[in-house]
């Protein structure tokens, strides 16, 4: 049976070296408006879902306890909404 050819191996550091390419970054930082705008949100659906605990049959909050189960999806909504700005945040 016939033998194989062995090859060889390159190192560690050759193959990192070649493989590197620089990345340009476009734009600068986010604006305090946006990151502001961003942890507002985040911060604003946490409140919603406490005060939804704490005080929601309560007499002064008789619309969030109409509302009912979709004060999860207004609470996470918001939540969600602030995170997904965090993807586009520098």
């Known amino acids: 049976m016939p033998k194989s ?5 390159k190192t560690a550091a050759a193959a990192t070296a070649n493989n590197r390419t620089p ?4 734009g600068g930082p986010s ?4 990151v502001s705008i961003m ?4 911060i604003f659906g946490l409140l919603w879902l406490v005060v939804m605990y704490l005080a929601g ?4 909050l008789t619309w969030m306890d109409n509302i009912g189960a ?3 999806l207004i609470g996470f909504g918001f939540m ?3 995170l997904l700005m965090t993807m586009n945040w520098r």
């Open 23 to 26: 990345v340009k970054v476009s």
């Open 5 to 9: 050819k062995v090859r060889k191996k």
């Open 70 to 72: 979709w004060n999860y």
């Open 31 to 34: 604006s305090t408006l946006y």
């Open 80 to 82: 969600v909404s602030g």
């Open 57 to 60: 049959s309560a007499s002064w």
């Open 39 to 42: 942890l507002g949100l985040m």
